[in-house]
């Protein structure tokens, strides 16, 4: 059994016992299961799957951030986290339309270009969450 932390700077998002999780790193999508060995990643944004003891699925979006395992204890510390019932899809919608335009005009090595694309990551990861 896996004991899962998921902090943002606002809450304490999850404290949670699983039996396995998925989530999303600079390298692809790491499973996590019990007795894993020592991790220390990156984490991207995406969706982040557990699998609770009784087979039940949660999925949530997770922004950037990092990933700790070590000793069946899992910490996930990210800028956002967010459930499907938190999320209002139309909105994201217009977000996801409004920054993809608005990087279509910045130049590539900007900060800006930088922070727009970012942004466009998390709404993605979002709407990956929609029916």
């Known amino acids: 059994m896996l004991h899962v932390n998921v902090v943002t700077p606002d809450k304490i998002f999850l404290q949670e016992d699983c039996i396995s999780l998925i989530v999303p790193t600079l390298k692809g999508e790491v499973q996590i299961l019990s007795a894993h060995a020592n991790l220390l990643s990156q984490v991207i944004p995406g969706i982040i799957t557990l699998a609770s003891a009784s087979g039940q699925e949660k999925q949530f979006m997770i922004g950037e951030g990092f990933l700790e395992v070590l000793e069946n204890r899992v910490e996930v510390i990210c800028d956002i986290a967010r459930l499907k019932s938190e999320i209002d899809f139309a ?30 990551q998390k709404s993605i990861a979002s709407l990956k969450l929609e029916d």
């Open 91 to 120: 909105q994201e919608h217009q977000l996801f339309d409004s920054l993809s335009e608005e990087l279509k005009n910045i130049d590539k090595d900007s900060h800006d270009f930088k922070r727009i694309s970012g942004a466009l």
